[in-house]
């Protein structure tokens, strides 16, 4: 299958800042693929090359294997939703989801249907004629994402395109968003630094952090297998465990061992253990438990849906998250119960930290 | 070796009809900017520049308009700063009176604030003679102050407003928290804060002062200035050289004054403040405080009123001074120059057209990158730093000979109080197009409009009311202008402003009046005007 946007070693300098350093992507038709990272980490800088408002330094890129690189973006039809919309303020809305079909010479009668379509599609029928400004924030995003949908772009490129939405809202309007996408089967490239955004709407994430593309894979591949430290700290809250490798598939906790399937290459390695994978009790477990850590709580806070807590174990300090915590919190004493099916390995015990396992790049799409 | 791409040349070059308009720009801007400000300055020999400091004529001058630099700005930016905190306070009584009033003497002509005063306080005057008996002479240097202190603070007052109301209260709530009582709050928050906004003012509230050409021609009377020996020397004298000599001394102070406001002051101002915050309200002023404010600020007002009833009153009085009985005759008068009026609404029309189309037009090609920008920026806000009598003279020498021989038509009137005003309109058009998110023209493009479609879709819409501000500022202060139009008019095109100034210079006050008071009511409705189509131009852009 050949990818339907393809990025080959892009690379962008902007004045002295190296934003984008030899950038490879495949995004195949219809995929949702999402940019992750930190501000800074060049997601926002790929983007805006894919739409062609910066030229790479070096590198070429891709639409349906043809070279776009030198094309200039306004032939490019890669229809882009900005993170504070863009909408032209002197145009109805009518006018704004209509403007990419003046462009492109289609003719009136055909636009007006297609533009009231696609209003109809993003829930706007009824708002055509007013101006951008006497609409909510999120009517606004519709308007945004509608102007970009009607000229069946190639490819949809959205750069935080909910950003800035209140909370309540973000989360209904991605969930539309994905509903829409997957319904149109539209091919989608997203920027976005929220992880549970990124984790709850795509296929494919690709986690960026100083220009480089860190670990490509499908929201649970980058959660559960992190290829290194930043990703599993970006991604999730983790706890990082420094053990040793006493052998294949084996691993050595301070005086417990067990088995973790990943565990390749003898030697110190770091355990990514997740809060939500460990379990709090007040007495020790029975036998059936092997991996039990004796711990004291140092703090704890409700949350609403869980308790977080902080522990001391081992020397050091574990977050752990309980779910519905009800009336009661642990304090004190507890035993700390781990899952090791749960857990994931990196190799050495700095900041540094490897993979231990196989890269998890190009393993089965979920 | 690199392979020469296509795209990379095209970037380069950029699109070829902003190439064209922008050499169109700058052969205009070089025409009429630079070209006059070059004439002025070669005009003069070096010799005769060195002579400069050996004759008092030349250094007294120079002195005296140094001196009223000095006093008028102490004056006016004082009395500026003191309204700005009466108008930014909600719990001051009278404020938006007082903003209200404040605003008058901007729409005023130039030498109304003079001729007015000398109705009102001359030899003749309502209030020092028939109220009191005094016989008190108000021509010279005290007069002057006077004249320029209610004429000028104005200006002061809307800088500082827009220095204060960009404080955020919060700053004021925490220092008062923090344990310090108003008058702390006052002098080491608001007051502090204030300070460069401040400085900033009196920068251009002292170049308004060097360049006031109206009130000193009406009310300095045996107290030469260098703006108003440049008149005398060319009016009276013919002497042309004499003129270019007086005008390079001014813009000398003029030039420093201007860029120390423009890359430094303002600089400050916008680093020291932390933007428009949210609007909760100050915390209460002191009574002291607050009272001194307003009985300030009622006395002012009363300066202020007593401008407009003078000259207002003096177009209905028969003989001001001598017999107060109501007549019509002096509008009778007037309405016989109607005709001036009328070439003043054709010329500044005509000014404001093109200050709108070359702001919008330099605005628009300064936002590109494009190499040479900043050479059309600056061509764009010099005339700032230029007095109005330097913008005479100058388009006077650069125009009175082949192969632009334009002296003596409407063109060059209109062309010199256009480009005069170019940087209000410019610097406007400016700030529209940076609170145009660069996204906007980014979406046009990425939904596949070229290079023109992004100027023609997206900015000109958008312009729109940066042109209606251009245009209406450039039209009134044409409309009200002296310093430039005695230089330029010829008998063929008097304009109200000139006839006006020569009723008063031969004394007839009562004409003089009624036409300065139609004049008056025509800024007025221009104003009125431009409001309601700058409003229809803003309707979609407004917010909420």
């Known amino acids: ?170 989360v209904r309007v991605r969930t539309e968003l994905r509903a829409l996408q997957q319904r149109l089967n539209k091919t989608t490239i997203y920027v976005t630094h929220d992880q549970e955004e990124a984790l709850s709407i795509s296929d494919r994430i690709a986690v960026m952090n100083q220009g480089r593309i860190v670990q490509v894979g499908s929201p649970r591949e980058i959660y559960y297998h992190p290829v290194d430290r930043f990703v599993a700290d970006f991604v999730g809250l983790a706890n990082f465990v420094p053990v040793q490798v006493t052998a294949p598939g084996r691993v050595r906790l301070a005086a417990l061992e067990f088995a973790v399937e990943q565990a390749t290459g003898v030697g110190p390695a770091t355990l990514v253990v997740r809060p939500e994978t460990v379990t709090l009790s007040e007495t020790p477990p029975g036998d059936g438990q092997r991996v039990v850590l004796r711990g004291r709580v140092k703090a704890s806070a409700f949350l609403g849906g869980i308790a977080r807590y902080w522990v001391d174990a081992l020397g050091m300090e574990w977050i752990v998250d309980q779910a519905a915590p009800g009336e009661r919190m642990f304090a004190g004493d507890v035993s700390l119960m781990l899952a090791p099916e749960r857990m994931h390995v990196l190799r050495g015990h700095d900041d540094r930290t490897e993979v231990a396992g196989p890269r998890t790049e190009g393993e089965g799409r979920s | ?222 107290y030469p200035l260098l703006a108003t020996e440049a008149w005398y020397l060319m009016e009276g004298m013919g002497d042309l050289k004499g003129a270019a000599l007086v005008v390079a001394m001014l813009i000398v102070p003029t030039t420093i004054l201007f860029f120390l406001e423009r890359y430094w002051v303002s600089r400050r101002v916008y680093t020291t403040v932390t933007g428009r915050g949210s609007r909760i309200e100050h915390p209460p002023t002191h009574p002291v405080l607050k ?37 019509l005759n002096h509008i009778g008068l007037a309405a016989d120059r109607l005709e001036t009026l009328w070439a003043s609404v054709r010329i500044s029309a005509l000014a404001g057209a093109i200050t709108g189309v070359v702001s919008v037009l330099v605005a628009f090609l300064t936002s590109r990158t494009l190499p040479g920008r900043q050479a059309l920026d600056f061509l764009a806000v010099l005339p700032g730093a230029l007095p109005g009598v330097f913008v005479g003279v ?71 009311r940066a042109f209606v501000s251009a245009f209406t500022v450039s039209f009134i202060r044409a409309v009200t202008n002296v310093s430039i139009v005695v230089f330029l008019v010829t008998p063929g095109n008097v304009v109200a402003t000139f006839a006006i100034l020569n009723m008063i210079n031969n004394g007839i006050w009562g004409a003089a009046a009624a036409l300065t008071t139609m004049l008056l009511m025509l800024t007025l409705v221009a104003v009125g005007l431009a409001q309601a189509a700058a409003g229809r131009a803003l309707r979609p852009m407004r917010m909420g």
Not at chain 2, 423 to 445: C, D, F, H, N
């Open chain 1, 1 to 170: 299958m050949t990818a339907h946007v393809r990025l080959r070693d892009v690379t962008k300098r902007l004045g002295t800042h190296l934003a984008v350093d030899h950038v490879s992507l495949d995004v195949a038709e219809g995929e949702f693929t999402t940019l992750l990272g930190p501000s800074g980490c060049g997601k926002t800088t790929t983007l805006r090359m894919i739409a062609g408002f910066y030229h790479p330094d070096a590198g070429d890129i891709f639409v349906r294997d043809m070279r776009v690189t030198d094309v200039p973006p306004h032939r490019r039809n890669t229809a882009m939703v900005f993170q504070e919309y863009a909408l032209f303020p002197h145009m109805t809305v009518a006018e704004n989801i209509g403007y990419g079909l003046r462009m492109r010479g289609v003719d009136a009668a055909e636009a007006r249907r297609r533009v009231a379509a696609v209003a109809e599609m993003v829930g706007l029928a009824g708002q055509e004629a007013k101006f951008p400004n006497q609409l909510s924030g999120g009517q606004q995003q519709r308007v945004a994402v509608a102007r970009a949908l009607v000229v069946e772009p190639e490819v949809l490129l959205l750069d935080e395109p909910l950003s800035n939405l209140d909370a309540k809202l973000r």
């Open chain 2, 394 to 464: 100058g388009f006077v020498l650069a125009f009175n000979r082949p192969p632009l021989e334009l002296v003596g038509t409407v063109w060059v009137i209109a062309l010199a109080l256009a480009f005069w005003h170019l940087p209000m309109g410019y610097q406007a058009a400016v700030a529209t197009l940076k609170q145009i998110e660069r996204s906007i023209e980014e979406a046009a493009t990425n939904l596949g409009a070229s290079g023109l479609r992004v100027l023609w879709d997206i900015y000109l819409p958008l312009l729109q």
């Open chain 2, 1 to 222: 070796m690199a392979v020469i791409r296509w795209g990379d040349v095209r970037r380069h070059l950029g699109d070829p009809g902003v190439v064209f308009a922008f050499a169109g720009a700058g052969v205009l801007l070089g025409l009429f900017v630079l070209y006059p400000t070059y004439r002025v300055l070669v005009y003069p020999s070096l010799a005769d520049y060195l002579a400069i400091p050996a004759s008092p004529r030349w250094t007294r001058a120079a002195m005296h308009s140094l001196v009223m630099m000095v006093i008028s700005t102490l004056t006016a930016t004082l009395a500026g700063l003191i309204f700005a905190f009466a108008v930014t306070r909600r719990d001051i009584p009278g404020r938006g009176f007082f903003r209200a009033i404040a605003m008058l003497p901007l729409f005023a002509p130039p030498f109304m604030v003079a001729f007015a005063y000398i109705l009102m306080f001359g030899r003749q005057g309502l209030i020092t003679k028939t109220l009191f008996g005094l016989d008190a002479n108000i021509f010279g240097w005290h007069g002057l102050w006077l004249v320029q202190t209610v004429a000028f603070f104005p200006l002061a007052m809307l800088i500082i407003v827009g220095v204060l109301e960009a404080i955020n209260p919060s700053l004021e709530h925490a220092a008062r928290n923090l344990g310090a009582d108003e008058w702390t709050v006052a002098r080491t928050i608001t007051f502090a804060l204030a300070r460069p906004g401040v400085a900033g003012a009196a920068l251009v509230v002292a170049i308004s002062v060097l360049a006031d050409f109206g009130n000193a021609v009406v009310i300095a009377g045996n």
């Open chain 2, 291 to 327: 009272w001194g404010t307003v009985a300030f600020c009622a006395a002012m007002s009363v300066m202020v009123a007593a401008v407009y009833f003078g000259v207002i009153a003096g177009a209905i009085t028969t003989v001001w001074g001598r017999d107060w009985t109501p007549t």
